[in-house]
T-cell receptor, first 110, second 116 residues
Framework: RKEVEQDPGPFNVPEGATVAFNCTYSNSASQSFFWYRQDCRKEPKLLMSVYSSGNEDGRFTAQLNRASQYISLLIRDSKLSDSATYLCVVTNFGNEKLTFGTGTRLTIIP | NAGVTQTPKFQVLKTGQSMTLQCAQDMNHNSMYWYRQDPGMGLRLIYYSASEGTTDKGEVPNGYNVSRLNKREFSLRLESAAPSQTSVYFC???????????????FGPGTRLTVL
């Protein structure tokens, strides 16, 4: 089983819709969680960290479910500029290394 | 601040040739990383350097060597390139404190390498 698993998509969503995707992780000792965004042929960039209590940044909401070992990303009122690949990232306490999922591709349709 | 810079942006090699990918960061970060990204495989860690003077193997180190030249610079060398090393290579840095980890990583723009 992969350490971090994501549905690769693609998710094709009309502009203005709400879309959500999950990511599961296998190591129960995982400590830190992130969502990165990667545009086509560009480098990954941090979208948001994921905290135990959940966190929101504008139209984006991230949640962590430790019991079921998954994190989620919800995008409300989606924009064309949200089209990208979203990477789930996990790390363990005391470990400088990040483990990346293969990404979920999202396309927002006008 | 330029952030993380990488050279070259593109490179084509023949099998057996060698080359060095250069990476530099101007954010005074402790940790630096080299990844490769292949379709359907996601980002895989090749080597990392938790602090100046240290390097460690990641998930896929075979065929590569690294040098942490100073706090700013971390280079990746392919001694004898193989077609299986055709990939996009990303350098990253973060301000991880040793033993804590989990800090944001900042990526360079990538090097697209083709080995014929």
């Amino acid at each position: 089983r992969k350490e971090v698993e994501q549905d690769p998509g693609p998710f094709n969503v009309p502009e203005g819709a709400t879309v959500a995707f999950n990511c599961t992780y296998s190591n129960s000792a995982s400590q830190s969680f992130f969502w990165y965004r990667q545009d086509c042929r560009k480098e990954p960039k941090l979208l948001m960290s994921v905290y135990s209590s959940g966190n929101e940044d504008g139209r984006f909401t991230a949640q962590l479910n430790r019991a079921s070992q998954y994190i989620s990303l919800l995008i409300r009122d989606s924009k064309l500029s949200d089209s990208a690949t979203y990477l789930c990232v996990v790390t363990n306490f005391g470990n400088e290394k990040l483990t990346f999922g293969t990404g979920t591709r999202l396309t927002i349709i006008p | 601040n330029a952030g993380v810079t990488q050279t070259p942006k593109f490179q084509v090699l023949k099998t057996g040739q060698s080359m060095t990918l250069q990476c530099a960061q101007d954010m005074n970060h402790n940790s630096m990383y080299w990844y490769r990204q292949d379709p359907g495989m996601g980002l895989r860690l090749i080597y990392y350097s938790a602090s100046e003077g240290t390097t460690d193997k990641g998930e896929v180190p075979n065929g590569y060597n690294v040098s942490r030249l100073n706090k700013r610079e971390f280079s990746l060398r392919l001694e004898s390139a193989a077609p299986s090393q055709t990939s996009v290579y990303f350098c990253a840095s973060s301000n991880n404190l040793a033993g804590v980890g989990g800090d944001t990583q900042y990526f360079g723009p990538g090097t697209r390498l083709t080995v014929l």
